[in-house]
């Protein structure tokens, strides 16, 4: 049986949430090699994920 559009939404933005929520507890190790491009990796998925959920609680 397919879910309804609605559970898909509120299925998406928990993900989201979560996945913000797993990023903003992560630690930075500056002594790490690389770990400069992750941690901007990491910020722009946040962003992401943010739009993301400004543009499906317009929806």
Known sequence: MPTK??????RA???LNE???ALD???VHVERA????????????RK???KRIADL???
């Open 5 to 10: 559009p609605s559970e898909d939404k509120k």
């Open 13 to 15: 933005l928990r993900h």
């Open 19 to 21: 996945l913000i929520a």
């Open 25 to 27: 507890r992560r630690v």
């Open 34 to 45: 690389g770990e400069a491009a992750i941690a901007r990796d990491a910020a722009a998925l």
């Open 48 to 50: 992401k994920a943010l």
């Open 57 to 59: 609680e317009k929806a």
